[in-house]
């Protein structure tokens, strides 16, 4: 059974960091492109990295450049998201996500395999 497993978010203060990260059963994740998105209630599933673009590029939106670095550890099939200096609007749900072709634009209607989604709430 294919599965991607996240780990619990959290309360953050801005400024604060948090990592999120993304184990994979199933599957090898290593043989998959992978990305992470972000929902708040109203709002289209926002991409906010993906690995990779089709040019070999890492995506980022702009709003998370600088701040969140995504990255993978394939002998531990887990992919992260580093999130630094948070602001009150990186607020949302997040999901980490794989498809086996590279990604075109690294947006929602792309993916394959979803995780489970969690919550990240950055408040003072």
């Known amino acids: 059974q294919v599965r991607l497993v996240e780990s619990r978010g959290g309360y953050v203060q801005p400024g604060g960091s948090l990592r999120l990260s993304c184990t994979a059963s199933g599957f090898t994740l290593e043989h998959y492109y992978i990305g992470w998105f972000r929902q708040v209630p109203g709002k289209e599933r926002e991409g906010v990295s993906c690995i990779s673009l089709s040019d070999g590029s890492t995506y980022y939106a702009d709003s998370v450049k600088g701040r969140f670095t995504i990255s993978r550890d394939n002998a531990k099939n887990t992919m992260y998201l580093q999130m630094n200096d948070l602001k009150f609007e990186d607020t949302a749900v997040y999901f980490c996500?794989?498809?086996?072709?590279?990604?075109?634009?690294?947006?929602?209607?792309?993916?394959?395999?979803w995780g489970q989604g969690t919550a990240v709430a950055v408040s003072s």
């Open positions: 996500a794989a498809r086996p072709k590279v990604f075109r634009s690294c947006v929602w209607y792309e993916v394959d395999y």
